[in-house]
T-cell receptor, first 116, second 113 residues
Framework: GAGVSQSPSNKVTEKGKDVELRCDPI?????LYWYRQSLGQGLEFLIY????????KSGLPSDRFSAERTGGSVSTLTIQRTQQEDSAVYLC????FGRGGTETQYFGPGTRLLVL | AQTVTQSQPEMSVQEAETVTLSCTYD???????LFWYKQPPSRQMILVIR??????QNATENRFSVNFQKAAKSFSLKISDSQLGDAAMYFC??????????FGKGTLLTVNP
């Protein structure tokens, strides 16, 4: 497809369950980013992947959060033992060269996660 | 650390009129980009316009233009001839030497027919 795609669009889960969120970046983009958008905190950076380099995980809020990127393309964000405060919209973005903030990031439609 | 402030949580404008959304930022970097993104109810963040800090000329994209005041660290968005489809949440974002974008809290724009 032409844009960043994310699945599922919406996810409802029970507290304590694990969830996986998927992101498919724009074809040919080398960099991939995850952000979290919540009412109280606004948009927060979570993690950044660039090519085969080690990811920047500095934004992950706890060790319950992890992410991987397979084959330099699709990424999965996993949240273990979900808590109610994990409820948010999780946004994925990609960029062509991975120059980070000085390059336009293109966003997907997000996954809305609700933890009951 | 960089910060981005949008002081207007909500704004409204009449269709066909002009509205300006405010954004200020704080940084010690000299090379950076600034962005305005639009987020309609569909949640898709759409790039509206971007400005490279080293360029003195204000960026323009059709009905959207910015007033970039580097010394004042101000980056406002002007929407001319507002249309119903412009109604959305607008986010100002800073991009610098690290990977992440730093976003403001957003301004909810309502367009009245």
């Amino acid at each position: 497809g032409a844009g960043v795609s994310q699945s599922p669009s919406n996810k409802v889960t029970e507290k304590g369950k694990d969830v996986e969120l998927r992101c498919d970046p724009i074809s040919g983009h080398t960099a991939l980013y995850w952000y979290r958008q919540s009412l109280g905190q606004g948009l927060e950076f979570l993690i950044y992947f660039q090519g085969n380099s080690a990811p920047d995980k500095s934004g992950l809020p706890s060790d319950r959060f992890s992410a991987e990127r397979t084959g330099g393309s699709v990424s999965t964000l996993t949240i273990q033992r979900t808590q109610q405060e994990d409820s948010a919209v999780y946004l994925c973005a990609s960029s062509l060269f991975g120059r980070g903030g000085t390059e336009t990031q293109y966003f997907g439609p997000g996954t809305r996660l609700l933890v009951l | 650390a960089q910060t981005v402030t949008q002081s207007q949580p909500e704004m409204s404008v009449q269709e066909a009129e002009t509205v300006t959304l405010s954004c200020t930022y704080d940084t010690s970097e000299s090379d950076y980009y600034l962005f305005w993104y639009k987020q309609p109810p569909s949640r898709q963040m759409i790039l509206v316009i971007r400005q490279e800090a080293y360029k003195q000329q204000n960026a323009t994209e059709n009905r959207f233009s910015v007033n970039f005041q580097k010394a004042a660290k101000s980056f406002s968005l002007k929407i001319s001839d507002s249309q119903l489809g412009d109604a959305a949440m607008y986010f100002c974002a800073y991009g610098g030497s690290n990977y992440k974008l730093t976003f403001g809290k957003g301004t909810l724009l309502t367009v009245n027919p």
